[in-house]
């Protein structure tokens, strides 16, 4: 099944953001065996909306439209959508009860364009929004399927995985009998070194697709084969794993397609670790990841963002002398990276402390270079691990490599727990 | 005049990349004064490129088609676009020899199918790339004009500055009457409720657009203009300007397109007040966004991710009493967010502590429910104030929400600092 990706929004038009939309869109619909053929972008506006589904509608099966869901005038999405189709639409009554009761608690009273929100068309699948407004729809007509999701991707990504990916499967638009896949995920090791390792794998394959998809820190491996038979599908997918496993298996952190810091905390919380965490380059980012997983509340027990030298002091017990003098090894130094973790350990009293410390920039620190980061790793019953790293990259991804990296190194100390 | 903007790329297709090419695209053009109506992306595809470019070519005055000029046989944009205008294409002699020079200084041969690198267009003016070897190409035809940029961002991004801007002021296609705008960011209030009390104006508009584009905790509006007379502009601008802000203007955080993290950072390094933060619920968010601002360490000083009762004690020095028995208010209640916003004043002895302490879901804590955030902020001299939020969303949204609500108030409490 071929399928287009049509966002609506003058913003998109004017540059003021990207379309990270189509891209997330086109993962998902590429992991269903779904061909994406073309995105569009179109601006708010009814006439040249027309005209992109009208030509969407002749060489398409599956029509994703985001934008143009929300309150305002310029939110015409649903409108035009039911107008092409020559449909009405109507109020979903369940779902202003629940706005309104949402805007009471708030104490703040609803304003009447937010109505516009729950909006159905006629005949269409309603998808709930749980981190927003907006209600999604689905729909099929003539045998094209139509999905209208939001614009902002907070609530556009949840929805999608929520509620389209059980749609589509249910729509019987998805050759079901057909596409096998198995994710494996991997870290510790880049996308080009580990397309390297593989690639004579992924040249010579046949009936077996091999497709890497790397986010920071993380690389998805996707297998794919193509068959009705399900026992063929098993083997050879058994058979590629196993091609791949004995090349990169230490890297493998999961065989499902979660976060390193899922796998992390599903690891430490499966082993009863505890954790905590002493930061200051990263300001936060570690504890932040790892309290992001619901649940992280079993593992991690909490942490310091000591950013400031007297803070490094005063909440870590950080000894001045390390910090500040002619011969200090100074605060991005291996030493008080050590001390770091070691006065978290002392705090928190937990399995493993963590401790970071370096420089993010722009613009050194101590006459110390943009990405030069050290780590510690404390753990109860035995002697504190330091490391230094040299990352390349601007001030987010610097903070986004640490963390990787250090979560990389807990999850592989933590596997060694029976 | 109107423009789009055609990327050529099965990996854009696939998800493997997100199409920045468009977002810097758009924008300059948006400064030159150029409408985009359309952006699309298509696979390196023969057949569905030129479908694309025939209904491009009825729409548009000029069409910039990033990606596909590079070696492989997949490279298809130079053959189609001129087959579509049947012209002919020939090798530029001058960029092969350059080419045959490149490679002998490296000492690598020159694999052949470079050459299709340096292929121009019949009538084209050839565009040089100085950080790669595919030539740009800019052609009028029929009064359209088309112009073809490779797809790395970092050839496409130069050559459109030093030569397609260039070479759009001598085609004589631009209105040289030139785009005036103006942005202005607001927090503390929604987006619907904002374009509530603007709506006579927005509706009224005539030679000043106004348009609003919200992110999570912050909504930008921007005014446009159109006029080649620079004192009618700045006119134009100033007066709904100042219309608009005689009914938000409380809500104003920035005359720029700057977020609420760095205005609250700018105002409080401008007014020397310094910062520290405790937080439980939105376990190092607060910490996290504002540590990404670079500059940060001048006001913040650090924090800390009290996650566990035990930290809450250890760390922040709250009573036990508050925290466990019968007759405790518990960990998410105002009384310890207070006590945690004072006990970070203690250790960190800044001009703001703030703490946060609620529950982010799924599932509810203390038997309290998902959404009740308790936010605290102690100010050196002043009584510290404690509010409570009831807020809807996922975690993620929760913890957001959160965060924004104390910036903003930490914003509006800095302000009073002459």
Same mark, same amino acid.
């Given at each position: ?235 050879? %997918?058994? &058979?590629?794993?196993?091609?791949? #496993? +004995?090349?990169?298996?230490?890297? /493998?952190? =999961? @065989? *499902?397609?979660?976060? %390193?810091? &899922?796998?992390?905390?599903?690891? #430490? +919380?499966?082993?009863?670790?505890? /954790?905590? =965490? @002493? *930061? ?11 309290? +992001? ?126």
């Amino acid at each position: 099944m071929n399928a287009e990706i049509i966002a609506v929004g003058t913003e998109l038009l004017l540059g003021e953001i990207v379309n990270t939309n189509a891209q997330f869109i086109s993962q998902q619909l590429a992991l269903l065996g779904i061909d994406v053929y073309f995105q569009t972008v179109v601006g708010d506006n009814p006439h040249r909306l027309r005209h992109v589904l009208e030509t969407a509608r002749t060489r398409s099966r599956l029509i994703i439209l985001t934008g143009g869901l929300g309150p305002t005038m310029d939110d015409i999405t649903k409108d035009i959508v039911a107008e092409l189709l020559g449909r009405r639409t109507f109020l979903d009554e369940a779902a202003v009860a629940k706005m309104e009761q949402m805007f009471s608690r708030r104490g703040t009273p609803m304003v009447e364009s937010n109505k516009r929100q729950a909006m159905v068309i006629e005949g269409a699948a309603i998808l709930p929004n749980e981190t927003g407004l907006a209600l999604g729809n689905a729909l099929l007509a003539d045998g094209t399927a139509f999905i209208l999701l939001p614009g902002p991707p907070r609530e556009m990504k949840p929805m999608f995985e929520q509620e389209v990916i059980p749609w589509l499967h249910g729509s019987g638009l998805l050759d079901e009998s057909v596409l096998h896949t198995r994710k494996l995920k991997f870290a510790g090791i880049g996308e080009s070194k580990l397309e390297d390792m593989l690639r004579d794998l992924i040249e010579a394959q046949e009936h077996t697709t091999i497709a890497t998809y790397a986010k920071e820190g993380e690389v998805l491996v996707r297998l794919a084969t193509k068959t009705a038979d399900e026992q063929q599908a098993v083997q050879r %997918l058994a &058979e590629t794993e196993s091609a791949i #496993m +004995s090349r990169i298996g230490e890297h /493998l952190f =999961a @065989a *499902e397609d979660i976060s %390193l810091p &899922e796998a992390l905390l599903e690891l #430490m +919380s499966e082993r009863k670790l505890t /954790l905590s =965490a @002493a *930061e200051s380059c990263t300001g936060g980012l570690f504890a932040e990841m790892i309290t +992001s997983v619901p649940g992280s509340s079993d593992v991690f027990q909490g942490g310091a963002v000591t950013y400031s030298n007297e803070m490094k002091e005063r909440i870590l017990g950080v000894p001045h002398e390390l910090l500040e003098g002619e011969q200090a090894p100074g605060a991005v130094s291996a030493e008080t990276a050590k001390a770091m973790a070691e006065g978290m350990q002392d705090i928190a009293d937990t399995d493993f402390s963590i401790a970071i410390t370096g420089v993010a920039g722009p613009g050194h620190s101590e006459r110390k270079p943009v990405g030069l980061v050290y780590i510690a790793i404390a753990e109860k019953g035995r002697d504190t691990q330091v490391e230094e790293l040299r990352l390349a990259g601007d001030r987010s991804t610097i903070r986004l490599r640490t963390v990787n990296a250090v979560m990389y190194r807990l999850w592989t100390r933590a596997r060694q727990y029976g």
